[in-house]
């Protein structure tokens, strides 16, 4: 069986969960909106398929899931926010949720070139493939992000 690797070379969990996506939301004025991230390998330019995304990664093996969460928040974004399970995600890839101040500072990780806080409506359109998405609705269904 060949190791799964991330897009930086460090190994994936060989056993569910592989990795974990956090939603983060802001309040503001326009409501409630959800981070998103553009990753930078196809380009900045790349809208397809896992262009934006929530923030995400892979589980390390051994690794704690919340632990994998909380690293991967702050890898990709610089953030240090609690973070709560949600039942929005899989066995394979739960999704948890997190609050920022609405004046929070984003930094970016090489993995991404820009971000964007957004309504629910407008992540969950420039999120592809539908299953990147589908949390984004459902927290947006749930009023958990409220």
Known sequence: ???QTTWDGKPVSPEPPFGASILVT???TGGIKFLLLHRAH???DYEGDWA???PSG???PGEDLTASARRELLEETGLTLEITPTEFGTTDWPVFIAEAQPDCAVTLSAEHDR???LRAEEAIQLCQPAEV???IALANQSN???
């Open 52 to 54: 934006w995304t929530p």
């Open 26 to 28: 802001r309040r503001g």
């Open 58 to 60: 892979a589980r390390q």
């Open 133 to 135: 998405a589908a949390p």
């Open 144 to 146: 958990l992000a409220e």
């Open 1 to 3: 069986m060949t190791e």
């Open 42 to 44: 196809e380009g900045t």
């Open 115 to 117: 971000y964007e806080w």
